[in-house]
């Protein structure tokens, strides 16, 4: 199974930005389609932005797009997700992990083991 761990994440003001990172502790990283998701408090868990294997193909979120950016690089295992313009609906706990497919319109599956994830606050 594919362990991560995400890091990143903070108190930052509305219009603020942060740039979270995941590091993926498997040798065949590159193997890999990945995602970040998002559990703002009372709702549910949701895919807001995943990755391809070349780091080519992205996918977001309509709720994120043109705010977030993700990236990966896989000589380091790790994941990113720059976040700018961040609103108070931003407000979550953030984890990252495979998926199982990416194209620009949709991202689908989850993971099967989840790391602790990385809270981000955004106070307007």
């Known amino acids: 199974q594919v362990q991560v761990a995400e890091s990143g994440g903070g108190l930052v003001q509305a219009g603020g930005s942060l740039r979270l990172s995941c590091t993926v502790s498997?040798?065949?990283?590159?193997?890999?389609?990945m995602g970040w998701f998002r559990q703002a408090p009372g709702k549910e868990r949701e895919g807001i932005s995943c990755?391809?294997?070349?780091?080519?193909?992205?996918y977001y979120a309509g709720s994120v797009k043109g705010r977030f950016t993700i990236s990966r690089d896989n000589a380091k295992n790790a994941l990113y997700l720059q976040m700018n313009s961040l609103k108070p609906e931003d407000t979550g706990m953030y984890y990252c992990?495979?998926?199982?497919?990416?194209?620009?319109?949709?991202?689908?599956?989850?993971?099967?083991?989840w790391g602790q994830g990385t809270q981000v606050i955004v106070s307007s």
């Open positions: 992990g495979t998926v199982l497919t990416v194209s620009s319109r949709v991202c689908s599956g989850s993971p099967t083991n």
């Open positions: 498997e040798s065949t990283f590159d193997d890999h389609l």
């Open positions: 990755i391809d294997w070349s780091g080519r193909i992205t």
